[in-house]
């Protein structure tokens, strides 16, 4: 069974850093392309961060130049690193691995 798990979420001020990490199992981790993405209340989905097996990323707008997506194929782990949190990066933040698997989320919340 393919599980994606992930940890790392948590109480932040603004402009710290938390790194989330994705444990995943039941699949041929280095072939798949992952993501972090994210849902506020009230809104959508979003995409915050794409990696593909090559380690090729990319980012929405929103995050650019303060969050970093990479891998470990070793671990079967995804990370990402989220550096000057703001109020706005407030979410419950999911892991996704192509093209239909999705982790249960971490909740993180950037406050004061």
């Known amino acids: 069974q393919v599980q994606l798990v992930e940890s790392g979420g948590g109480l932040v001020q603004p402009g710290g850093s938390l790194r989330l990490s994705c444990a995943a199992s039941?699949?041929?981790?280095?072939?798949?392309?992952m993501g972090w993405y994210r849902q506020a209340p009230g809104k959508q989905r979003e995409l915050v961060a794409l990696?593909?097996?090559?380690?090729?990323?990319n980012y929405a707008d929103s995050v650019k130049g303060r969050f970093t997506i990479s891998r470990d194929n070793a671990k079967n782990t995804v990370y990402l690193q989220m550096n000057s949190l703001k109020p706005e990066d407030t979410a419950v933040y999911y892991c996704?691995?192509?093209?239909?698997?999705w982790g249960r989320g971490t909740r993180v919340t950037v406050s004061s």
């Open positions: 039941g699949m041929g981790f280095s072939i798949n392309t």
């Open positions: 996704h691995a192509a093209t239909n698997y």
């Open positions: 990696i593909t097996r090559g380690a090729n990323t």
